[in-house]
């Protein structure tokens, strides 16, 4: 046991409805780097956050250098030596990098007039500093810094706190080429000093760049423990062992009777982000477009509602060219997005689920007199709410209080409300149980036969399994544009993480 820096054993977490983590192992060695793989809501997130402190295990033991500890909160886990950089860190950008590397910690004097001295905060991260081969200008306010330049401010506040393990969550996804071989290196510097890091990743590539072993995680559970260097372990293995054989049952059958196109793009670009996009869909299907985080995926769902302008390229709805500068115009156009972050973009958590839903299109309420008639709103919203059978059925309940998966279908019962003509699903069922994702990919196979429906995810299989057509993007470009039934799963997720 005291071979490994780190033991996970037998670690369990359920969430209403969902049993995140079902007796899964993980084993850490001194100085090396150690992949975490697995599709979203895989599990991986949970056992860092678990790790972090964040979350607390309902079973299961955590072993440090072969001695049980126990992580409650997060202070455990710093006081253990374990610190988390975060797919986006939070900082205070207005602060220097210095001052973000020990913000919290800038005296060890406790009380309100307890004096900071700055000069000796700055001696004290420059020296840290030169023990890595980056060069940045510590006395810079964040928000003048270079994305790669945060991530290593980051990554030097936790060592700041001379920790043993690192855990990187998807630390590249939106930096360079340049910058991610920048990080590479410190990395690489990190574990020749021995420390010890869990990397948490969708691109292959990587793995095979910095990764000394991998863990794939699937439904809650492990799937295996590979070493990158065996000769077997390669990227079309990995892919196999993430996705899984077998299709969940749950999906509702294909589109077979497609009707007129109501919506196409061409040429569709946004300066550095994505470039070229070329689609249609038709009444009847659903098209599905699968990337990871920095694909462009979600830059693209809000340049087709309006929220970022396009650089370039066309969007025509039924045939006729549009333009549109807002979501209100793109509204107007028959266009509606259900947002990936439902509780920033979609829903007022604080305000009843008829609010909600009846906001979207107050001109359909509201009498000569820009009045709103509350009788009408609450009768539309009713027959709304009873189709997509939110619950509970009460359209006077605030939305703070239903699950994630009622909080959903009233983002859905929104765009019901508008009455749209192409519906944009992106990330459809994040932090939704089983049963709810049932019931909203049944909810969007039957709007698609009267309707356009495009939906973007980064779960690969949920885009093949709903989808009559498939999309896949790396980096901003499309990697792959065909029917689904010309494709096969292990295909389409390679195209997406790897291009």
Same mark, same amino acid.
């Given at each position: 046991?005291?071979?490994y ?44 956050? !678990?790790?972090?402190?964040?979350y607390?295990?309902?079973?299961? /033991? =955590? &072993? ?6 126990? @992580?409650i #909160? ?20 207005s ?26 905060l700055?001696?004290?991260a ?9 060069d ?31 855990v ?5 996804s939106?930096l ?15 574990k020749?000093?021995? !420390? ?9 590539? /990587? =793995? &095979? ?6 863990? @794939?995680? #699937?439904?809650g ?39 007129n ?10 300066e ?5 996009v070329?689609?249609r869909?038709?009444k ?17 769902s ?17 045939r ?47 009498n ?47 765009g ?67 029917d ?16």
């Amino acid at each position: 046991m005291a071979s490994y820096k780190l033991q996970m054993k037998g670690i369990e977490k359920v969430f209403p409805g969902v049993k995140a983590l079902d007796g899964v192992n993980f084993e850490l060695k001194t100085g090396e780097v150690h992949a975490l793989l697995g599709m979203n809501g895989a599990g991986k997130s949970t056992l860092i956050k !678990i790790l972090s402190g964040i979350y607390q295990k309902d079973a299961g /033991e =955590i &072993f440090l250098d072969g001695k049980k500890i126990k @992580i409650i #909160r997060p202070e455990d886990a710093i006081n253990s030596g374990i610190a988390t950089v975060y797919q986006d860190p939070q900082m205070i950008p207005s602060f220097t990098g210095y001052e973000n590397i020990f913000l919290g910690f800038e005296s060890n004097k406790r009380g309100i007039f307890s004096r900071i001295n700055r000069q000796k905060l700055l001696k004290q991260a420059e020296q840290l500093l030169k023990r890595f081969p980056v060069d940045i200008d510590l006395t810079k306010s964040v928000k003048q810094l270079k994305t790669v330049e945060k991530e290593i401010i980051a990554i030097l506040k936790a060592l700041s706190k001379d920790m043993s393990i690192l855990v990187l969550d998807e630390p590249t996804s939106i930096l360079t080429e340049k910058e991610k071989n920048v990080l590479f290196d410190l990395i690489k510097m990190l574990k020749q000093r021995g !420390i010890s890091i869990i990397y948490i990743t969708h691109r292959l590539e /990587e =793995i &095979f760049e910095i990764s000394d072993r991998l863990t @794939i995680y #699937r439904d809650g559970k492990n799937v295996a423990t590979l070493e990158v260097k065996d000769k077997e372990t390669n990227s079309g293995k990995i892919a196999k062992l993430i996705i899984g054989e077998e299709i969940n049952k749950f999906y509702p059958d294909k589109g077979n009777d497609f009707g007129n196109e109501v919506i196409s793009v061409n040429g569709l670009s946004l300066e550095g982000v994505f470039k070229d996009v070329s689609f249609r869909v038709r009444k009847g299907e659903i098209l599905g477009i699968f990337g990871l985080v920095g694909s462009g995926i979600e830059e693209l769902s809000k340049v087709l509602f309006g929220a970022y302008p396009k650089t370039s390229g066309i969007i025509k709805i039924n045939r006729q060219e549009v333009n549109f500068n807002s979501p209100s115009q793109a509204i107007s156009h028959g266009i509606f997005l259900i947002p990936w972050n439902r509780r920033l973009e979609g829903v007022f958590d604080n305000q009843p689920i008829y609010f909600n839903i009846s906001l979207s299109n107050m001109e359909k309420i509201v009498n000569l007199f820009g009045l709103v008639q509350q009788h009408k709103e609450k009768q539309i919203v009713k027959k709304i709410s009873d189709q997509l059978k939110i619950t509970p059925a009460n359209i006077n309940q605030n939305v703070s209080f239903l699950s994630g998966g009622n909080q959903q279908k009233v983002v859905i019962g929104k765009g019901l409300f508008v009455e749209a003509n192409t519906y944009i699903f992106a990330e459809p069922t994040t932090g939704v149980d089983v049963g709810a994702k049932v019931g909203i990919y049944n909810l969007i196979r039957k709007l698609s036969r009267h309707k356009a429906v495009i939906l973007i995810s980064s779960d690969c299989k949920e885009v093949f399994s709903m989808c009559d057509h498939v999309i896949a993007m790396h980096k901003g470009r499309v990697t792959m544009h065909e029917d689904v039934d010309k494709v096969n799963l292990e295909d389409m997720f390679l195209k997406g993480v790897m291009g």
